[in-house]
């Protein structure tokens, strides 16, 4: 239904995952059209700044950002072909203004992670949860985007208003003459306001509105919103872990807002590893998920490279005409360059350093440099044993990683794309050239130091069993 409204609306008058009958459908004024695409810009510019990094994330997967007057007012559309589309009304945006657009786009990304996460069809099919969603979205789309209210069009407001739908909760209860909570504890967690509304006689359903709610079971697809809401998720940690602080402030927020909602949310947090950010693990599960964060921040940071081939066409058709035969760049080519570091000081766990090994023999084209150290470098080959229990020494990591330690008369002639540090952290600090580069892995007991650091590193603790 349309954002805005309180009946069910109409089915769509179009396909709406036909993107060409959807542009052709009564088009608007081509100036309203062009304003609220420079409207739909600057706002997502501005989530993607300072006040939402889910969101921003959540609008580069939407390859298709579609003016139409098809849809009342906005959706974002996750179908069966594997892409997301954002749709909508130019009318409605230039109405809205800049902040009214930032309001709905931030509500419409929040539904997708909202359906991602409380993915089961029972709640999606009960209007007391879709009501429920709608107060929460809205509670915190106004906390984040410090609004005082909700956008207005003509002076009215659009949407549902958490405090009113909080008032009539009270007054509901009251006529019950039970107890009920106030407003800080009733929009606490998704799953205490829609516990407390379920207490009252009349919910005030059905509510809610907006355009996704029509479309849970014709335009979402679940495989789509769960494939692009867990990238979406697990970039946003990784910006979070190298410390960007409205990932972190954002991620944490919505781990607490989804505590209580069963083991199904649990698990999917667990696996993202999203958990690290407030340090807690999920206890039941034996999923390193500082494997996967290991991956995936080490995939950012291996560079693309060229190689130089002979084009034998182009070669031949040069050398008729008289000129030398030269060499062209043709690409991308994975070059990858490792530097992993053992600390022999201190404990290290035997399945650290075999995933490791694994990994680095995984990664297609890399050339990995293994070094153990304590108060001195000694590069090694996996298998070998290793030596230490000396003083640690952090610094003649670093010095020998960038090219002014020799070892045995030998330096690192190669420029890394990345240096794995595995380690208990437990040294003087230092700071590498090129911060963003290293990738601390800290032993159980061990000071993740390196994150609080600045420039902060990515940082990351590991289990031992």
């Known amino acids: 239904m349309a954002y805005g409204d309180r009946v069910r609306p109409r089915l769509p008058v179009v396909e709406l995952t036909d993107r060409r009958a959807l542009e052709r459908w009564r088009p608007a004024d081509p100036d309203t059209v062009e304003e609220a695409r420079r409207l739909k810009e600057q ?28 849809v009342g007012t906005a959706a974002v559309l996750a179908s069966g072909d594997g892409t997301c589309v954002l749709l909508y009304n130019p009318d409605f945006f230039v109405a809205l203004g800049l902040e009214g657009v930032r309001f709905v786009l931030f509500h419409e990304a929040r539904h997708l992670v909202q359906r991602h996460l409380f993915a089961d069809r029972e709640l999606r099919e009960d209007p007391v949860f879709t009501l429920a969603c709608e107060v929460t979205i809205n509670h915190v789309a106004k906390m984040r985007l410090r609004e005082t209210g909700l956008p207005t069009i003509d002076g009215e407001p659009v949407g549902i208003d958490p405090e009113e739908i909080h008032r009539a909760y009270r007054a509901d209860l009251d ?221 003649v990591v670093r010095d020998y990683v960038e090219g002014r330690l020799a070892v045995k008369g030998e330096r690192l002639d190669e420029h890394p794309d990345a240096v794995i540090m595995v380690t208990d952290g437990h040294a003087a600090q230092m700071t590498p050239a090129e911060p963003d580069k290293w990738i601390w892995l800290i032993t159980p007991g061990g000071d993740d130091w390196p994150e609080r650091r600045h420039p902060p590193m990515a940082c990351h603790r590991v289990r031992s069993a």
């Open 175 to 395: 006529a019950q003459g039970v107890g009920s909570l106030d407003f800080a504890q009733f929009v606490a967690t998704d799953m205490s306001v829609y516990r407390e509304l379920g207490r009252m006689r009349h919910p005030p359903v059905p509510g809610p509105a907006c355009v996704h709610v029509l479309l849970d079971d014709t335009g979402l697809d679940q495989e789509t919103v769960d494939r692009v809401t867990s990238d979406v998720l697990r970039s946003v940690l990784i910006a979070a872990r190298r410390g960007n602080g409205a990932a972190r402030e954002e991620l944490l927020d919505l781990l607490r807002r989804t505590e209580g909602a069963g083991e199904r949310v649990d698990r999917l947090w667990g696996d993202l590893g999203a958990h690290a950010l407030r340090g807690v693990t999920m206890p039941t599960r034996r999923v390193d998920w500082w494997q996967q964060w290991l991956v995936d921040v080490l995939a950012s940071k291996l560079r693309e490279g060229e190689r130089l081939v002979y084009p034998k066409k182009r070669g031949a058709l040069l050398a008729a005409l008289g000129h030398d035969p030269m060499l062209a760049r043709r690409g991308p080519e994975r070059v990858k360059t490792i530097v992993i570091a053992l600390d022999t000081s201190g404990s290290m766990p035997d399945q650290v350093v075999e995933w490791l090994t694994e990994l680095v023999g995984r990664i297609d084209g890399v050339e990995a440099h293994w070094l153990s150290f304590d108060a001195v470098v000694m590069p090694f080959r996996p298998g070998e044993r290793v030596y230490g229990g000396g003083g640690t020494n952090f610094g």
């Open 43 to 70: 706002a997502l510019l501005d989530l993607g700044m300072t006040h939402s990094a889910i969101a921003s994330w959540i609008y580069t997967k939407c390859h298709h950002q579609i003016a139409t007057t098809a």
